[in-house]
C-alpha cells in the first residue's frame, strides 16, 4: 500500500516501509514523532523494561534521569534559550509537554518529571503511526530494516555499543554523567533556609537556599574530599567528565574556592534570617514536581557513596533532617565521533541509512539531544518521501549545533558540548545603534542580543522553506 503526501506544492509516493528509532529517551521519542508527522510508519525500539539501566527509575518513554531543568528559557541572552523557542516553533513533541508540566525555576524552564515523562508517552501511544516495540536492540539491520535511527544515548548497552563500534569501525568515547540528590521540601528546615532566586529573577523566589559560613563551607569542601566514593570497575578508571556536569568533589579538589565560585556561590541573594552577615557559600535547591513536594540540590552531582552523601550534606545547615527521595549516582555516557562519522544530515558516512541523535553524537544536554532527534527524524523522513530536508543555518541555534557534532568541531579533540554562542558564526554585517551611529564592536549582553535576533530571523526563513504538509 502506498499514500500521497504534498511537498512545497509537489507531490510523491511513499511506501509505507517504517523506519526504526532505537532508543525511547528525549531524542528518540522526539525523532519518532517527527516521522510520524510525515505520515511515515515508525517503531520506536525502547530495552526498558526488559533490561533496566543504573540510572533510569521507570520504563517510561523520555525519563528525566538528571536533572528536571531544560535550562534558561531567556531567548535573548541565552543560546539554549534561543534553542527552546525554535524547537516550539518547529512543533516539538518535548517542548510541548515540558511547558504543559512546567514548574517554578526562575528564568529556567524546569518540570514535573514524572508528568513529563508520562505526558510524552501518553503522546506516543496515542499515535497509529508509531509502534512501540519493549526489546533490547544488539545488533543494527540496515539492509533489513532500511531507515534507522539510534538514539540509545547515554545509557547505550554494552551488546549495543559493542554493534555500533562494529559498524562505524571506531571505538566509542565514554565518560561518566552524575546524578544530584532530591530531598523532601517538608524535611527542610526553614528556621535557617529561606526562598528567593538569585538576584530575585523569574517569580523572585523559585530556589531554597541553605547558607554557610566560612567554617561550615571550609568543613563540607574537606568532607567532600575526604568522603568514600563509588569505586570504578577496571575498564572505567581512565574514563574523563564532562566538564559540564562534574561531581561536587571533583569540583572541590580543583581548589577549595571552587565551588564557592559555581554552584555555592553566595552572590543575588540575601539571608533574611541574618542579613548583616554576606554567607561564605550558598546551597541551592531547586523545585522538582508540580505539586512543590521534591527539590533537587542544585549542582550536587556527585559519586559519593549513599552514607556519605547523608553524612555530609545533612552538615548543610537547613538539612540537618533531610529526607532525600532519590541520593546522587554515577552513569556511564557513551558517544561517537560525531565529525569523523557522520554526514550533515547525521548520517554514517559508511552506512547512509543508519542515522544517530541525541546524546550518544555528542551533543550535551536534554534540549540540545531533543534538538537533533528532531532533526535526524525530518532528514529520514524527507529522504523516505524522495525529497531533501534543507540544512538550518549556521546562525539558528539549531544550525549551529548541527554543524559543531557533525564537522564543525575537531575530531581529534572531540568532546561532548552544550550549545553556547561561541558556536555561531560571528556578526558579519555592520551594526547601527538606537542613535544612527555604527557599532564598532557588540560585547556581552549586546552581542548575545544581536546574534540571538539574526538567528530568529534566519529561523524564519528556513522554516518557511522546511516544513512538514
Given amino acids: 500500500m502506498s499514500h500521497k503526501v504534498y511537498l512545497f506544492g509537489e507531490m510523491t509516493t511513499d511506501s509505507q516501509t517504517p523506519i526504526h528509532v532505537i532508543g525511547g529517551g528525549l531524542a528518540g ?49 541565552n543560546a539554549v534559550g534561543l534553542l527552546h523557542d525554535e524547537m516550539r516553533r518547529l512543533g516539538s513533541l518535548i517542548f510541548e509537554c515540558a511547558d504543559a508540566n512546567r514548574v517554578p525555576a526562575g528564568s529556567a524552564l524546569a518540570v514535573d518529571r514524572e508528568g513529563f515523562s508520562v505526558a ?153 534570617h541574618d542579613p548583616e552577615h554576606k554567607p561564605a557559600a550558598i546551597v541551592q535547591l531547586r523545585q522538582d514536581n508540580a505539586l512543590g513536594t521534591l527539590y533537587n540540590i542544585v549542582g550536587f552531582q556527585t559519586k559519593l557513596t549513599y552514607g556519605e552523601q547523608r553524612r555530609v550534606f545533612q552538615k548543610i545547615p537547613g538539612l540537618e533532617k533531610a529526607e532525600f527521595a532519590r541520593l546522587g549516582g554515577l552513569h556511564r555516557n557513551t558517544f561517537i565521533n560525531g565529525p569523523k562519522l557522520l554526514s550533515p544530515t547525521l548520517a554514517l558516512k559508511a552506512h547512509s541509512k543508519v542515522r544517530f541523535a541525541g546524546q550518544i553524537t555528542g551533543c550535551e544536554g536534554y534540549v540540545e539531544s531533543t534538538s537533533i532527534g528532531l532533526l535526524a527524524g525530518r532528514f529520514a523522513a524527507f529522504e523516505q518521501l524522495g525529497r531533501d530536508y534543507p540544512l538550518p543555518p549556521a546562525e539558528t541555534a539549531l544550525g549551529a549545533l548541527l554543524s559543531h557534532i557533525t564537522g564543525g568541531a575537531d575530531a581529534s579533540t572531540y568532546q561532548p558540548m552544550n550549545i553556547n554562542f561561541g558556536l555561531f558564526p560571528p556578526i558579519d554585517r555592520p551594526l547601527i545603534d538606537e542613535n544612527g551611529k555604527k557599532i564598532k564592536r557588540l560585547k556581552g549582553r549586546d552581542l548575545k542580543l544581536a546574534m540571538s535576533q539574526r538567528g530568529r530571523e534566519k529561523m524564519s526563513d528556513w522554516i518557511a522553506q522546511a516544513t512538514y504538509p
Fill in 120 to 272: 510524552v508517552q501518553q503522546a506516543i501511544e496515542g499515535n497509529s503511526l508509531i509502534t512501540i516495540a519493549r526489546e533490547e536492540i544488539t545488533e543494527i539491520q540496515p539492509e533489513e530494516w532500511g531507515s534507522t535511527i539510534i538514539a540509545t544515548g547515554p545509557l547505550t548497552s554494552p551488546d549495543l555499543s559493542a554493534a555500533i563500534i562494529n559498524l562505524t569501525g571506531d571505538e566509542s568515547l565514554a565518560f561518566f554523567d552524575a546524578i544530584a540528590p532530591i530531598v523532601y521540601k517538608d524535611s527542610i528546615d526553614f528556621d535557617k533556609a529561606w526562598y528567593q532566586s538569585r538576584y530575585d529573577k523569574g517569580d523572585g523566589a523559585d530556589y531554597i537556599n541553605c547558607p554557610l559560613n566560612a567554617d561550615q563551607y571550609d568543613t563540607f569542601i574537606q568532607d567532600l574530599i575526604e568522603g568514600e566514593k563509588v569505586s570504578f570497575h577496571e575498564w572505567e578508571e581512565n574514563t574523563p567528565y564532562f566538564e559540564g556536569c562534574l561531581p561536587i568533589e571533583v569540583m572541590a579538589e580543583r581548589g577549595p574556592k571552587t565551588l564557592s565560585y559555581g554552584p555555592m556561590k553566595p552572590v543575588g541573594l540575601t539571608n533574611p
Fill in 29 to 77: 521519542s522526539e525523532a519518532a514523532w517527527q516521522i510520524a508527522k510525515c505520515d511515515i510508519p515508525v517503531v520506536l525500539h525502547e530495552m526498558r523494561s526488559v533490561r533496566t539501566t543504573d540510572a533510569h527509575q521507570t520504563d517510561g518513554l523520555a525519563e528525566l534521569v538528571c536533572s528536571n531543568s531544560f535550562r534558561s528559557d531567556d531567548a535573548n541572552h
